[in-house]
């Protein structure tokens, strides 16, 4: 059988599409995959771990087009990268589907998604079942992992809240630090981290831009006083990640929506409850029993409550965490530190024995395979009729950025 695979994605960088990329090629690489990578960035961070491997992906001859399957892991681009069969891995993060995104998704022969909230987001949207796909995301039990060492700098006898994220409305943070204030006051002994950057931006735009909107979620909304918030602008390696959650006690997340999720499934590996939103991607992995639901206060626009940088994200529905609920949550676990540690051995349970990288590599390998042996695949590369020397020149186009 065929196990040749065009790969179109980020896997260089250190965002969650570039961690899901680079997880899922080297996972696939071991189950024998052939594969071809067509990157779409055109910068390689320094010391990024796998490197080699990635760029010898790059450099491979030897691909025909007209009967490999191209996966693209990506958000929705305006056209598919072409091959005999063409599938998008992609994510959404509202409950209603923007027009041009089921426009665009419908170019593709089939669609991955990696939780069900996004499955059955789309089925009501109307794309076709049969060309749907659930392939979860995932993580290196192995390295997030309790009782790693900590990190010294944020060692602390104070109960922590933990946040790893993009600092913006969609993440929720205006109403992380809304439950924060209304949960404790400066005199708990309680502390909230919080590892982010402005909407993607660099260490130095964060520092000025955080804390002024920090100064402006506390006058819109009365709040005097903060317990303690200790902010991480600098990027932190994936390696030393595991010593950072064990300087903490509970992950919080009160996203406006989310396909996974996936430093709240990196904290439940480490042995971290988390308290969660109560829709999206992480409810297929995290639920009452080892971590914490939040209500949803209602499902609501965002176009006129912040500046939308996505413009699929327009007039479409999200969830909004109920923050006195979320509140209550954070001050629960605050007062039963047994009940979170219960938790939070379930956390790591739940993860490492469902949603590891290599479990996800299955299940995709497991697809790829059927399509390889479908009269449905086959029929399409009979009738190919795709142009080969115009794939051929994009992949060349690519690939001369890493030689």
Known sequence: MNKDLIWYGPPFSYSGYAQHNRAMLFELQRLGWNIFLTPTEEHIPSGLAGKDLLTAMVNKPGCDTKKTISLNLI???????????????????SLTVH????????????????????????????????????????????????????MPEYTSDKFTFFYHGDWSFRKGVDILIRAYAKAFSRTDNVRLIMLTHYQGGDSKLSKTIIPMEVRFICKKYGLTELPKIEFIFDYIEDAD????????????APTRGEAWGLPICQAMSC??????????????????????????DKFDIMDDKCQLNVDFYKLQKFPFCDVDHFAELMRYCYENREVVKEKGKKARKTIEESFTWANAAKIADRRLRAIYESNTYNANVQSSKLDERIDKDVIKGFASRYL
């Open 99 to 150: 027009e041009g995104f089921l426009s665009r998704i419908c170019q593709f022969d089939e669609v991955w998604v990696p939780c069900q909230a996004n499955f059955n987001s789309l089925l009501k949207a109307g794309y076709p079942k049969k060309k749907l796909f659930v392939v979860p995301e995932g993580v290196y039990t192995e390295n997030f992992k309790p009782f790693v060492a900590p």
């Open 241 to 252: 990640l595991p010593s950072l959650y064990s300087c903490t006690d509970v992950y919080v």
């Open 75 to 93: 958000p929705p681009p305006s056209m598919p990268f072409y091959s005999a069969y063409t599938i998008l891995f992609t994510t959404i993060e």
């Open 271 to 296: 042995g971290k409850p988390a308290i969660v939103t109560g829709w999206g991607g992480q409810l297929d992995f995290c639920n009452n029993k080892n971590g914490f639901i939040c209500d949803i």
